[in-house]
């Protein structure tokens, strides 16, 4: 059975080594005393001066932080040695998309070395069993196996998604553990795959807003500043950063059309790893469009 492929397959190879080129910017600047505002800046700013436009605002979660947090416009905090932080990457190219994320300890203390090989493991143990027709139950097993022979815990309300132009959570769940879903993989789709690894309960919670928001729907042209803001994101998610002023307080008088993001905490306190890329299903098993060569 031939698949369906996105017809623009180059844009989204091109979005994915784009995104996968800014993550490792990331992981590189993530020193102690980096500026957490400024290290989002600079992997936006590489994904648009490579042609790119940002999927969504640079994840920069810390520590119990599973993820969702982005710098508000004012973030003053700076990064410190033994932080665990979280690079969460999205670039797209006409609605192609990519996202990709890896996990760095600040200042290179190794407190938490064991968190990040399991979520690192446990994408390669999900990637490897990737090809058109498999149930993403086995991918979920085997990164909850992998996790496991860490002593660690896969978190398991948080889970990969299927893509699609200008949708970043397209329908489809691709779980991080055994038992969540019997959906199959179909030739050509674009999904992925992002385990969380943890040393608390492997659950998450709603935490404070993490200022990244996204319309729910197209608002229409009665609004015009709202109309020129839902043609600039669409319904991709987009920081509070990224506007001035103005545009923020247009955005917030019409917050009824809106999702607003909380930070997903981990529930026991645990400490959070996470490790994704994004995969294409081939006919022959997986392409990992956010590897880097
Ligand atoms: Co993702």
Known sequence: MAGSYPPD???WRAAARIAAEARELGVRLAVPGAGRRELAERIEGYIREH?????????LSRNVEAAHYTPSPDDAAVLEA???????????????IADTAATVEVGGTLRHANLVRAAREALDAGVREVRPGVSVDAIGRAIESAIHAR???????????SIERYLLHAGQSIPNVGGMSHERLREGQVIAIEPFATNGLGSIGNGPFGHIVRFRADPGAADPDLARLFTRFRTLPFAL???????????????????????FVERGGGVVAQAEHTVLVAADGPEVLTALP
Request: aromatic letters at 4%.
């Open 51 to 59: 042609g790119a436009e940002p999927a969504f605002p640079a994840n």
């Open 9 to 11: 397959l180059g844009a």
């Open 82 to 96: 033994g932080d665990l932080l979280k690079v969460d990457v999205g670039a797209h190219i006409g609605g192609a």
């Open 241 to 263: 950063r990224w506007l001035d002023a103005p545009e923020r307080t247009v955005l917030l008088r019409q917050r009824r059309r809106l999702q607003l993001y909380p930070v």
């Open 151 to 161: 002593g660690l815990k896969p978190v398991r309300d948080l889970t990969g998604h």
